[in-house]
């Protein structure tokens, strides 16, 4: 069984759906998969901040049970931990949101096996997972990959935190997610909670840029991370395009190796707003 995390509120449907299916499809061992999602209250922060509903979950865990009745797809309400640990703290207007500082509690869910695949919601597998979770990180607290652009800006071995393989045994020896926490707490950090895993890690395994890939989808790639990205033409400006808008995925990044995961995806999509 591998264990994966998501973080996010109501919104992250289509985000958890297609990283899910294409776990489920590009897995050629058909391995078993328990998958948390760490949710919260926020609303008096921003009332569009609602947890996750029972019945969003109840529709990924059927989902899950397609491919495997061994999968499991579970909510963690962590609203009570958040505002004992990092509630308030300077970096609770992150650039992003605050649901991405959840998984700085990971430490306090006691039931999460020695290794954990956490996966921010804008990824999908291009190839099969287990060419990230074969890798041996017994003497790491985590694994994962240089960002894109922080490698050049920042420094060479800078890592992207969107996807990161942890060794949850070692991380609790070390108290890396303690750590970071009190970083979250004491200042604010440009990348938020990515910026206080990086400072509270001691020993770290960097992998090939093909388990994070957040700019290109190559042949080897084995995670295309949807994150936000610069574009040079027809003049240099972002735009942030995530793996379920399909026509610019298709139209802008001409990628078709996930059409027989989007194929699946609407129709999972239409059967869930049907059913509301």
């Known amino acids: ?21 294409s776990v489920f499809m590009r897995d050629e061992r058909k391995d078993s998969y328990r998958v948390t999602i760490f949710t919260m209250d926020l609303t008096r922060l921003n009332p569009d901040y609602t947890p996750i509903s029972d019945r969003l ?8 049970k397609d491919y495997n009745k061994e999968n499991s797809v579970r909510k963690v309400d962590v609203t009570d931990l958040y505002e004992q640990y990092l509630g ?9 949101s605050p649901y991405t500082l959840l998984r700085l509690l990971a430490d306090k869910v006691d039931d999460f096996s020695s290794r954990m ?7 999908m ?13 017994s003497k790491y607290e985590f694994a994962g990959s240089n960002d894109h652009y922080g490698k050049y800006l920042i420094n060479p071995r800078y890592m992207n935190a969107g996807v990161i393989y942890f060794n949850m045994d070692e991380c609790k020896r070390t108290g890396l997610f303690e750590k970071a926490r009190a ?11 990515q910026s206080a895993i990086l400072r509270a890690c001691s020993h770290r395994k960097l992998l090939p840029q093909r388990f994070n890939d957040q700019k290109f989808l190559h042949s080897w790639t084995v995670v295309r991370h949807f994150s936000k990205r610069l574009f040079w033409l027809p003049y240099p400006h972002t735009d942030n ?3 379920w808008h399909i026509e610019k995925v298709h139209k802008i990044f001409k990628y078709h190796a996930f059409d027989d995961i989007y194929d699946v995806y609407l ?7 049907g059913n509301q």
Not at 127 to 135: A, N
Not at 183 to 193: G, H, P, T
Not at 267 to 273: G, S
């Open 88 to 96: 308030h703290s300077p970096n609770e207007g992150c650039y992003c």
């Open 241 to 243: 395009i995530k793996q």
């Open 267 to 273: 129709r999972y999509k239409k059967e869930y707003e």
């Open 1 to 21: 069984m591998i264990d994966l995390l998501y973080c996010g509120n109501e919104k992250v449907f289509d985000g958890v759906l297609t990283s899910l299916l």
């Open 117 to 123: 695949l956490y996966l921010d919601c804008d990824i």
């Open 183 to 193: 970083w979250i707490n004491k200042k604010k950090l440009v990348f938020a909670d």
């Open 57 to 64: 979950i109840a529709f990924l865990d059927k989902v899950a």
């Open 125 to 137: 597998f291009n190839r099969d997972i287990h060419l990230l979770t074969d890798y041996d990180i």
